[in-house]
């Protein structure tokens, strides 16, 4: 209580709160107005007008009805829990490729990048017309090697959501590599001579002083990439289309669907039974950044 | 044990070869299939074969030149890629840049609110934020028009570019202020004689970050824009699939002509979005 006191009494001192502090004050807002005005038009007004939208709880209902949101909500699961998993393992896996030194590796983590440089829809098509079933370079391939047709790879919802998976982890590998292999190369070497000295194996260094310096970033990582993937629209979308039958919709391609058929009401609802997946994350990525 | 150690050696090559070749197939073989669509002849392109027959320029020819229906507008929609993508960019560096100098230099008070809702905003999926993004823009009269999709670009790029900038922004030592204060400056001097050339490396990589967001954002733009005169290239390539008859061979022509920039623009400011952005994710 005094101690309170004493700082309010301190904070409204005019030799402190002087002139040049509220000046300072002002031109911060001035400095930060551009951005707040973003923030309440394009997130703040959106964000809460489209609760408003789906206030009402015979939305719910229906989406509860609808098979395909059902659907949605188990293929969004599994592409989280497989993708991701997937994609780090990798990441961690190939960032330790790249520490070594050769000529040819420092070529190839030029090119590794590509695959994050271009923009998702040349790829992502150039994929989906290899997977062409009468047509496609790999079924052309298969049938000239076994003189059988190739499956109809987009036509089976199992398939066609792995290779949704699949072209996922190709556009963002490169980028989650070049993070871990950045903390890889800021971990002292001194660390691994001392350990060869001492007869340490490559599990072994990477058991006791790789991981120990990485695992945090790892979860952080993890958890950053599940966030962004719940909005992957583009590997979906622009390789099943949400096909075959609505069946590889994941939450992020049914709103928008939602919303192509008018149903603004229906896209929404689907958004904020997404929250209790999302929110979680986000809370503890905002605990973890807002230091 | 010279024998052994030549011998780990070998095993650790044959190792690195045995990962490298293919993660180089499995990189490049997206990209490099849509490069044999765009150099080989109409049908050709089907066969399998690893180099055509035939190579040809024809299709960049048709697409450079305009020459198929689906192509009419593919200058302009390049122009509005460009148009759309430098405006994402200046409005970002100009939101971003002022709101990280108040937050990390002028420590105005609610700084730390702000730059949490900034992180709230960057955490928010985008796909989730489209719909009432399109919804909002529509009540604003801004469809079809390229302020909508550079503003809904701004606002997606602006939360990691403050967060970036503030990062950076807080490194500077404190005294440059003060001393710069004492002097009598001003915070719009600060602002301007201080803090902008110091932060310049920063300022490219937050840039850099924002012209490729928006020149390679397709969700945003096929919602938000849709009169074939306002599209960006990625949405008349997405235009492509709902055609039966669709020439594929000149959808990857202009596909690679699309790709082209960005990746040009990447590897040349390579050095700086590297240091600038994974020093953010790393820090985390």
């Known amino acids: ?291 | 044990m010279r024998l052994k150690r030549a011998l780990r050696g070998i095993g650790l090559e044959a190792g690195l070869l045995l990962i490298g070749i293919p993660v180089l197939l499995w990189t490049l073989i997206p990209i490099y299939h849509m490069f044999l669509f765009a150099i080989s002849p109409k049908d050709a392109a089907f066969s399998g074969q690893l180099w055509p027959s035939h190579p040809t320029l024809r299709n960049f020819e048709m697409v450079i030149g305009q020459k198929h229906h689906f192509l009419y507008h593919f200058w302009l929609q390049m122009w509005n890629s460009l148009v759309i993508s430098v405006g994402t960019a200046a409005i970002t560096l100009f939101v971003a840049t002022a709101a990280a100098f108040a937050i990390s230099r002028l420590r105005m008070k609610g700084g730390r609110l702000v730059m949490n809702l900034a992180l709230l905003t960057y955490f928010i999926p985008a796909a989730f934020l489209a719909v009432p993004m399109y919804k909002t823009m529509g009540m604003y009269g801004l469809l079809n028009s390229d302020w909508s999709l550079v503003l809904a670009m701004t606002t997606l790029s602006s939360p990691y570019a403050i967060w970036i900038l503030r990062q950076a922004s807080d490194k500077l030592p404190v005294e440059l202020d003060e001393a710069a204060m004492i002097d009598g400056a001003s915070p719009l001097q600060l602002f301007r004689l201080i803090y902008l050339p110091l932060m310049v490396p920063s300022l490219i990589a937050v840039g850099t970050y924002a012209l490729l967001l928006a020149w390679n954002e397709y969700l945003y733009a096929f919602l938000l824009l849709s009169k074939d005169t306002a599209i960006t290239l990625p949405v008349a390539l997405g235009n492509f699939l709902s055609a039966d008859d669709s020439p594929w061979e000149l959808l990857m022509t202009a596909g690679f002509l699309y790709a082209l920039p960005p990746a040009a623009i990447y590897y040349a400011f390579r050095r700086y979005m590297s240091s600038g952005l994974t020093a953010g994710a790393v820090k985390g």
């Open chain 1, 1 to 291: 209580m005094t101690a309170t006191t004493i700082e309010t009494a301190a904070r409204r001192d005019p030799r402190r709160a002087g002139f040049a502090l509220s000046e300072k004050q002002t031109w911060g807002l001035l400095f930060v107005a551009p951005y707040i005005a973003i923030f309440i038009g394009f997130v703040l007004f959106p964000v809460g007008y489209s609760f408003w939208l789906a206030r009402d709880p015979q939305l719910y209902v229906q989406l509860a009805a609808d098979p395909i949101f059902l659907r949605t909500v188990v293929n969004t699961f599994i592409f989280l829990v497989v993708a991701i998993n997937l994609k780090m393992a990798l990441a961690l896996f190939l960032s330790g490729f790249f520490t070594h030194k050769r000529w040819w590796v420092k070529v190839l983590a030029v090119l590794f990048v590509l695959p994050w440089a271009v923009p998702s829809i040349p790829t992502i098509l150039s994929v989906r017309f290899m997977l062409n079933p009468e047509w496609g370079v790999i079924n052309t391939l298969i049938f000239s090697l076994t003189a059988e047709d190739g499956p109809n790879w987009l036509n089976n919802p199992a398939l066609a959501l792995s290779l949704s998976m699949l072209v996922h982890i190709w556009k963002s590998l490169p980028f989650w590599t070049l993070i871990l292999l950045a903390a890889r190369l800021a971990i002292p070497g001194e660390l691994y001579e001392a350990a060869s000295v001492d007869g340490a194996g490559a599990w072994h260094r990477f058991r006791y002083i790789t991981w120990p310096s990485m695992s945090t970033l790892y979860v952080t990582c993890t958890l950053l990439s599940m966030i962004f993937t719940v909005g992957d629209f583009n590997s979906v979308y622009l390789l099943t289309g949400g096909g075959p039958a609505d069946l590889t919709h994941v939450l992020a391609t049914l709103g928008i669907r939602y919303l192509r058929l008018d149903q603004i009401g229906m896209a929404m609802a689907s958004i904020v039974c997404a929250l209790p997946l999302v929110l979680p994350l986000v809370f503890f990525m905002m605990k973890r950044l807002s230091k």
